[in-house]
């Protein structure tokens, strides 16, 4: 069964610093998510994307964040200047279509020192 | 405001009895309804969902869920519990628009 694929697996970043984190969502879906989970909570949604737009996105998703499809296969969430409070794991979701089930990778673990 | 309840952190079963993870939303509209598992150090995996139709749905593993209008639930079922269905469970509500709102998860272990 084809996979949502997410790099690195753990990212450790200094507080200030950018980070990138790529996702190679299924190939024929069309709709993207980035979602975050902070340790012992509950599962958050950040963005969702579709047609090389933002489509919806949550109050934690502020300045600092950014999203893009640089290709026809990555789909990468960019936090500008990361802070402690961003470490968390981070995962990526895509759908063929807007009302079927999203399939999840299986996260990047965020860490902030 | 579109909402999900789990409110059992914790649900503890014996392998062979069945097993329920309870589940309750709020939402405006017409609800899509979803269980995910999640195991350790992997993302979440689908087990079922709830668009329209039949309130009682049949999933992954031997999982399924019953949608119940009147009381907005929708509880995840399982008629025999195997230990190796121990993990962590999200319900997740989502309505007409694309992002998905999860409950806190409900751990469920299940004892040999």
């Known amino acids: 069964e084809p996979e949502v694929t997410q790099t690195p697996s753990h990212q450790v970043t200094q507080m200030g610093q950018e980070v990138i984190l790529r996702c190679v969502p299924i190939?024929?879906?069309?709709?993207f998510y980035w979602y975050r989970q902070i340790l012992g909570q509950k599962v958050e949604f950040l963005v969702s994307f579709y047609n090389n737009e933002i489509s919806e996105k949550s109050e934690i998703f502020d300045d600092q964040f950014s999203v893009e499809r640089p290709d026809g296969s990555n789909f990468t969430l960019k936090i500008r200047s990361t802070k402690l409070e961003d470490s968390a794991m981070y995962f990526c979701?895509?759908?063929?279509?807007?009302?079927?089930?999203?399939?999840f990778g299986d996260g990047t673990r965020l860490s902030i020192l | 405001a579109q909402s999900v309840a789990q409110p059992e952190d914790q649900v503890n079963v014996a392998e062979g009895n069945p097993l329920t993870v309870k589940c309750t939303y709020s939402v405006s509209g017409n609800p899509y309804l979803f269980w995910y598992v999640q195991y350790p150090n992997r993302g979440l995996q689908f087990l079922l969902k709830?668009?329209?139709?039949?309130?009682l749905v049949k999933g992954s593993y031997g999982f399924e869920a019953e949608f119940n209008k009147s009381q907005t639930s929708f509880h995840l079922k399982k008629p025999s519990a195997l230990v190796s269905d121990s993990a962590l469970y999200f319900c997740?509500?989502?309505?007409?628009?694309?992002?998905?709102?999860f409950g806190t998860g409900t751990r469920l272990q299940v004892f040999p």
């Open positions: 709830y668009i329209t139709g039949d309130n």
């Open positions: 997740a509500v989502r309505d007409n628009t694309d992002k998905l709102i």
């Open positions: 190939s024929n879906h069309l709709y």
């Open positions: 979701a895509s759908s063929e279509i807007n009302n079927q089930h999203q399939h």
